[in-house]
Structure formats: structure tokens, C-alpha cells
């Protein structure tokens, strides 16, 4: 039997809203949900997203109701909180990555807030990679999608090691130099790079993408693929297609039909140039009208013959930056159909609304040509619905050079969104067309579009993502070799600002059967001491305050312990507390004193912020049998308190979500830090690793998979390193 595919998206196939006390269910707009109806209909797969209500506007009565509903559609909701959707979507999403991903400025107000944003993007995906984890089993497939779940690929890998997991991207990627300007950048490629298969709408963005992770020496770069230390992703283009044969059969509907009369009633005697897209600033709506502007200016002859009608559709009306874009986009529209206009003609026909497929599709029949011209577009579906519904008639396509349909469009008139003149000139071109000409060119399209539909599209990627893995070679693991010591020596004694984090158990010390008898040695006391008078040198561990603090406590270092719950900046006294709330404890304390008591040489060690379950003394079968175990009783209890349950080097720690070295680690960093090298031994790592910029030298001691560029044998390497570096 086949595994199962999953699907995880920002939003679900099928939509509720609440109204007037009454929940109701629909169908999402949107092409994904069209290429994947034949996966999301099969019982063995689940189709994971947000069904488009907030958590606090239902119930938990209604919730359970929605979830009910859901699943007649195999959909499985993710709820989120108005906050949530505010600062994640709103805020990071599409504030932060959708602008600078289309190559378009940052407003002010998303930088300022960009710190809180990009924590509520951490925890949802987060949210989304817990409901896939409960919600499937080893060796199901996994396909994510789009910018809104870029870090979910890696998260699921740290779980699911083995199962197959694809990730697509449904906007442009943009050129390495820009993504830089990003700085989480070195975390969301991390993200991305858990999946097996990553793939675009087209090579370019395949090429971006494969220079961004260079920029930051991510693995070992070759021909769409990207080697890392335990495994190969394959990174490759899929060009998204629509439903073809849907939206010919279109064109022979009554109901089309009935529309497309009164389209032609409408505009009788004009010719039309219509624009259809979301009204964003990446679109190019401003510039279309202005544009347009332009032709009126330099064409006199046709005022009165042509008209443009214009269809915005609402888009994120919540956005400060997408309600000027209205205001200006109206005060154009405006200033065009006041100069030019008269009592029997109006210029621009501008509708500020969604429109009903069969309306659309009889307005794409009617239309003489499309006027697609956007900024920057990850590939722009409706450019191929016009031409899919030019049948029995004569519509050209403008088509922006930065369209990822332009990469296969190649008989539309491609034109420079950025210069006006060939816009205005494209315009001109498409209207005197010659018949046979235009006749020649859309059937050219329309070949290409017939065999390239989004069920193609979605086949070929499972079928690849089926076979990812299976041809998987050896990759080179960068071990601490003498070479890479001096370069990082080398490196250290070059910078004027160096940051170092390292781990205590297992990195500076080596692990013991009692944790109590790990104190520093003399030695290591004044190894650090000399460190630390030449970088900022932090200590980042599991350890108690205690433990920190009366063994390395005179040093003139920076202290965190519990693993972020608190810290102690150098020169101080005082520990900063992370606030959380414990009282999650006494809950989770039961089932981990239960299994320490069925394990012999097991134990509990109680800290302020967790509680760690010790297994190192234990033998081996009743360990492996009752960990197991322990896990699973402590799922549930880890949902209700929102708990990290995290196994470390023969420990499994339980605390709060968001207590992690990465989150410690992020609020010390200094970004104008010339050198930064950090040292670490377990997953609880791991979280440091994937948060540091790619440019730093990032060390796991001892074997398994790791995010870290380099691999220790043991803490005798490492104290070899630190006495080089001084």
C-alpha cells in the first residue's frame, strides 16, 4: 500500500466564517486547491491548514464542529489566535518575506516590529509542525507549501528523519544579495533545506536560491542540488499550470455564455484591455494605470475606442501599506477618467471586488488583451486563464519579463514593468496586432498550456518526491581537522568583535554518571578566563543557576542556564528570568518519577524552569523500554501546557516551549560580530546552530545529525581549539 500524502498550507481547500452565530463552510479560491483536489478526495491522505477563522471567534464546541466538518473534506484545521494571525501572517508573512521576496522595500513599521514578528513566525510554525507530527506517522509524504511555512520542512526532519518531505514555493525566491538583507535568512534556508525536494515556478528562482545558500556556505553546492552533511536535497523547477480543460469547457456554458453577452453590451464598440490581479504592491496596479495614462496621451486617436478594465480584488485590507496603495491607485484612476473621460466614455472601468468564475471567464473572452504586467510574480495563473478561455476569439497577452509565466509564455508580448515606455509601446503592438499573427501566437500558448495543467503539476511532484532519497550518496562530513583549526584560528585573530557560545556537558567537561561531580578543573578555569579577555565568551547550558554560578561564576563571563530560562550577563550578579508559568510541573513530575522508579539507575533532577529525567546509569533494555513509554504519557500533558518534551544525551528534559538555546543565543547576538563560533553536543544544540548566520563556525561534539558545520571527536578537541585561539 502506498504511503499517505500530506498536505500542510497556510489555508485550507475549505473555508469557514461565522455569521451571525452561524458557522458556515466553502470552497477556498485558489489553484492549489484545484491541482490537489484529487489527492485531498482520497481517504488515506489530509490536506493540514488554517480553515480562516480565528480561535477566540468560536467556541470549543464550535471548534470541535468545524474539525467534524472538516474532516468529510480529509482537511484537519490548525486554529490561531487573532494575535497570531496579526503578527504571523500579517506581520512576518506578508509584511517582511512578501515584499522583500518580490525585490519591493520593507514599510518602516514591519522592521520595527520585525523582532516580534519573527517569534510568532517561529511559534506557528512550530503549531503547524506539532499538528503534522499528531496527525501522521513514519514513512507517511509530507508536501509543504508556499512562504508562510518555511521553517515547518526542518522541524518535521528533526522528528521524522526518514520520511519523504517536499516543500514548494509558490512566490519568487529573490537574488542571494537581496535575501541577505534578511536576517533570519540563514534560518529560514535552514528551514527550507529539511526537505527532500524543494522546488520553484522557475529555474531563475532555482538559481537564487542555490546562490543564497552559497552566500552563507550552506553544504556543498551542485547542478539543483545541495549536498549536507547527511543527505542531498534536490532543488529543481516545476512550472505551476491551471486547470486547462476547466476553463475551455467554460466557454461553452450557458452561463458563461449568458455573461459574456453582457460584458459586450458594456463595452460595445471598444476595444479592451483588462488587468485582473490582487490589489498589491507587488502587481504593478499603479504603474499599469499610469502606463495607460501614457498611451491615452500618445494615442489621441483611439480615446473613446479603448477601454481598460480594471479588476482589483481585495487583498490583506488590514495592511496599512495595502490601504495607501488603494488611496492611490483610486486618486489615479480618477485623475485618468476626469482628464480624458466624457459623459459617454469612461477611460478605466475600475471594479474593487472578487468576481464569480463563470463572470470572469466571460470577461477574459471578451477581453482583446490582457495587461499583465506586475512587479515581480511567482508565476501569475491568470495570464494562462486568458489564454486557456481564447477559443473562438482574439485576446493578445502583455505579459511582465519578471512574471514567472514569462519563462514559459515566450509568444506573449514580454514587457519591462519598470520602464513605462515599453508598456506603453506593448500596448500599442498588441492592439495593431495582425490577426494571423495573434491567431499563431495563442495557439502556441495554448499547446504548451494544455500539456503543462496543474494535475501534471502535482503528479510530477509526487512521483519526484517518491523517488527522492532513493539515489542518495555519501556526503562529505567536515571533521575538525587540523586545517580547519587554523582557519579558524586564523579568522579569530583577524576580527576586531568575536562572539563565542559554548555548551558545558560534553563540550567543555566530559559527561559523568553523577552530574554533580562535573566541576571545572583548574586548567579549564583558566583557559576560559584568558578567552574571555579577548571575546565576548558565553556559557550556554542545561545546567542549574547553581551549578553556573558556584562553578563559573567568578569568571567574566556571560551565563545561561536552564537552557535560556535565565541568564547572567557578564559583570553582573543579578540572573534575568525568562517569565513563565510553572505549574505545569507537579503534572508532569508524576509520570517522570513513575518510570524513574521502573528504571534502575534512572532519576529525577528537578530545576526551577524543567524537569530532567536521567537515564545514563540505567541498563540499556529497561531505558529504551520505559523511555518509550514516558513519552507518550507525557504527550498530553505537553499539549495542554504547551511543553517542550526534548531528549538530550541520555536525559529527556521537559520545559516550556520557546525556552531554547536558540532563543537565548538570538537576544545576545551582536550583529556587527566579525567572528562568531559556537560548540555544542546534543539536539538541545541544535537550536543554537540553526539560529547563528551561516558565516559562523558552528561545532558538534561527538556523532549524529547536526545543523553544525564541523564535527569534534570529544571535549579534548575542543579544549585544544580554545588554547590555540589565545
Request: include cysteine.
Given at each position: 500500500?502506498?504511503?499517505?500524502?500530506?498536505?500542510?498550507?497556510?489555508?485550507?481547500?475549505?473555508?469557514?466564517?461565522?455569521?451571525?452565530?452561524?458557522?458556515?463552510?466553502?470552497?477556498?479560491?485558489?489553484?492549489?486547491?484545484?491541482?490537489?483536489?484529487?489527492?485531498?478526495?482520497?481517504?488515506?491522505?489530509?490536506?493540514?491548514?488554517?480553515?480562516?477563522?480565528?480561535?477566540?471567534?468560536?467556541?470549543?464546541?464550535?471548534?470541535?464542529?468545524?474539525?467534524?466538518?472538516?474532516?468529510?473534506?480529509?482537511?484537519?484545521?490548525?486554529?490561531?489566535?487573532?494575535?497570531?494571525?496579526?503578527?504571523?501572517?500579517?506581520g512576518y508573512?506578508?509584511?517582511?518575506?512578501?515584499?522583500?521576496?518580490?525585490?519591493?522595500?520593507?514599510?518602516?513599521?514591519?522592521?520595527?516590529?520585525?523582532?516580534?514578528y519573527w517569534k510568532a513566525y517561529r511559534k506557528v510554525n512550530a503549531a503547524?509542525?506539532?499538528?503534522?507530527?499528531?496527525?501522521?506517522?513514519k514513512g507517511n509524504r509530507i508536501w509543504v507549501h508556499d512562504y508562510q511555512l518555511l521553517l515547518l520542512p526542518a522541524l518535521l526532519r528533526q522528528e521524522r528523519p526518514n520520511d519523504k518531505i517536499g516543500f514548494f514555493l509558490h512566490i519568487p525566491f529573490p537574488a542571494a544579495e537581496v535575501f541577505s538583507e534578511l536576517a533570519e535568512g540563514p534560518a529560514l534556508l535552514a528551514g527550507m533545506l529539511g526537505a527532500d525536494l524543494v522546488c520553484f515556478h522557475t529555474n531563475g528562482y532555482v538559481n537564487n536560491f542555490l546562490g543564497a545558500c552559497q552566500h552563507y556556505d550552506i553544504g556543498i553546492?551542485?547542478?539543483?542540488?545541495?549536498?549536507?552533511?547527511?543527505?542531498?536535497?534536490?532543488?529543481?523547477?516545476?512550472?505551476?499550470?491551471?486547470?486547462?480543460?476547466?476553463?475551455?469547457?467554460?466557454?461553452?456554458?450557458?452561463?458563461?455564455?449568458?455573461e459574456l453577452a453582457k460584458w459586450k453590451r458594456k463595452y460595445r464598440g471598444q476595444k479592451v484591455i483588462l488587468t485582473v490581479d490582487r490589489l498589491d504592491p507587488t502587481k504593478g496596479l499603479v504603474e499599469r494605470a499610469a502606463a495607460y495614462k501614457e498611451f491615452l496621451v500618445?494615442?489621441?486617436?483611439?480615446?473613446?475606442?479603448?477601454?481598460?478594465?480594471?479588476?482589483?480584488?481585495?487583498?490583506?485590507?488590514?495592511?496599512?501599506?495595502?490601504?495607501?496603495?488603494?488611496?492611490?491607485?483610486?486618486?489615479?484612476?480618477?485623475?485618468?477618467?476626469?482628464?480624458?473621460?466624457?459623459a459617454y466614455w469612461k477611460p478605466i472601468d475600475y471594479m474593487y471586488r472578487s468576481m464569480p468564475f463563470e463572470q470572469l471567464a466571460a470577461l477574459y473572452q471578451r477581453a482583446d488583451v490582457a495587461f499583465i504586467v506586475p512587479l515581480r510574480d511567482g508565476m501569475n495563473l491568470v495570464a494562462k486563464e486568458f489564454l486557456a478561455v481564447q477559443q473562438n476569439t482574439s485576446g493578445i497577452l502583455v505579459l511582465s519579463k519578471t512574471a514567472g509565466a514569462a519563462e514559459e509564455l515566450k509568444d506573449a508580448i514580454v514587457v519591462d514593468p519598470t520602464r513605462r515606455s515599453t508598456?506603453?509601446?506593448?500596448?500599442?503592438?498588441?492592439?495593431?496586432?495582425?490577426?494571423?499573427?495573434?491567431?499563431?501566437?495563442?495557439?502556441?500558448?495554448?499547446?504548451?498550456?494544455?500539456?503543462?495543467?496543474?494535475?501534471?503539476?502535482?503528479?510530477?511532484?509526487v512521483k519526484s518526491l517518491k523517488k527522492s532519497g532513493q539515489e542518495l550518496r555519501t556526503v562529505r562530513v567536515r571533521t575538525l581537522s587540523p586545517v580547519h583549526q587554523r582557519a579558524i584560528t586564523a579568522s579569530f585573530r583577524a576580527a576586531d568583535t568575536r562572539m563565542i557560545f559554548l555548551d558545558y556537558d560534553g563540550v567543555l567537561v566530559p559527561f559523568s554518571d553523577n552530574p554533580a561531580k562535573c566541576k571545572p578543573s583548574k586548567e579549564l578555569l583558566t583557559q576560559l578566563k584568558k578567552l574571555a579577555s579577548l571575546a565576548n565568551l558565553t556559557i550556554v547550558s542545561g545546567r542549574s543557576k547553581a551549578d553556573l554560578t558556584e562553578w563559573l561564576g567568578d569568571l567574566p563571563v556571560t551565563l545561561i542556564a536552564e537552557h535560556g530560562a535565565f541568564v547572567r550577563t557578564a559583570g553582573k550578579k543579578r540572573w534575568q528570568t525568562t517569565p513563565t508559568n510553572l505549574g505545569w510541573k507537579q503534572h508532569a513530575l508524576r509520570p517522570l518519577e513513575k518510570y524513574a522508579a521502573l528504571t534502575p539507575g534512572a532519576f529525577v533532577e528537578e530545576k526551577e524552569s524543567a524537569l530532567v529525567w536521567h537515564y545514563r546509569k540505567a541498563k540499556t533494555y529497561y531505558a529504551q523500554k520505559y523511555l518509550v513509554a514516558l513519552k507518550r504519557a507525557l504527550k498530553p500533558i505537553a499539549k495542554?501546557?504547551?511543553?517542550?518534551?526534548?531528549?538530550?544525551?541520555?536525559?529527556?528534559?521537559?520545559?516550556?516551549?520557546?525556552?531554547?538555546?536558540?532563543?537565548?543565543v538570538l537576544n545576545l547576538l551582536n550583529s556587527n560580530s566579525e567572528f562568531i563560533l559556537a560548540i555544542g553536543d546534543d539536539a538541545t544544540d541544535e537550536d543554537m546552530f540553526a539560529t547563528l548566520p551561516a558565516s559562523a563556525y558552528t561545532i558538534k561534539v561527538g556523532r549524529g545529525r547536526t545543523l553544525a558545520r564541523y564535527r569534534a571527536k570529544n571535549t579534548n578537541e575542543v579544549l585544544a581549539l580554545i588554547k590555540k585561539l589565545h
Open positions: 500500500m502506498n504511503p499517505s500524502l500530506i498536505i500542510v498550507s497556510n489555508r485550507l481547500p475549505v473555508s469557514v466564517k461565522k455569521t451571525d452565530g452561524v458557522l458556515e463552510f466553502f470552497p477556498s479560491i485558489g489553484g492549489l486547491a484545484t491541482g490537489l483536489s484529487s489527492y485531498a478526495t482520497d481517504k488515506r491522505n489530509k490536506w493540514i491548514g488554517w480553515p480562516g477563522i480565528a480561535s477566540e471567534d468560536v467556541t470549543e464546541k464550535e471548534k470541535q464542529l468545524i474539525a467534524t466538518e472538516l474532516l468529510k473534506y480529509n482537511c484537519y484545521p490548525v486554529f490561531l489566535t487573532h494575535k497570531q494571525l496579526e503578527d504571523f501572517y500579517n508573512s506578508n509584511s517582511i518575506l512578501w515584499p522583500l521576496f518580490h525585490h519591493t522595500p520593507i514599510a518602516s513599521t514591519a522592521h520595527k516590529q520585525q523582532a516580534a503547524f509542525a506539532d499538528a503534522v507530527l499528531a496527525l501522521s506517522t553546492i551542485g547542478k539543483k542540488e545541495i549536498a549536507l552533511q547527511q543527505r542531498v536535497v534536490r532543488v529543481t523547477d516545476f512550472p505551476m499550470g491551471i486547470d486547462y480543460d476547466r476553463w475551455v469547457r467554460a466557454t461553452k456554458s450557458r452561463a458563461v455564455k449568458a500618445q494615442n489621441p486617436q483611439l480615446r473613446g475606442k479603448v477601454v481598460m478594465s480594471m479588476l482589483a480584488v481585495p487583498s490583506r485590507t488590514d495592511i496599512d501599506e495595502y490601504k495607501r496603495l488603494r488611496n492611490r491607485l483610486e486618486t489615479l484612476i480618477e485623475d485618468v477618467n476626469a482628464t480624458f473621460g466624457n508598456l506603453v509601446r506593448g500596448l500599442g503592438k498588441a492592439l495593431a496586432m495582425p490577426e494571423q499573427e495573434l491567431k499563431d501566437r495563442v495557439s502556441n500558448m495554448q499547446d504548451l498550456l494544455s500539456t503543462s495543467t496543474i494535475h501534471v503539476w502535482a503528479g510530477t511532484f495542554t501546557y504547551n511543553l517542550s518534551v526534548q531528549q538530550g544525551n541520555m536525559i529527556l528534559e521537559v520545559r516550556p516551549k520557546g525556552i531554547d538555546k536558540g532563543n537565548a
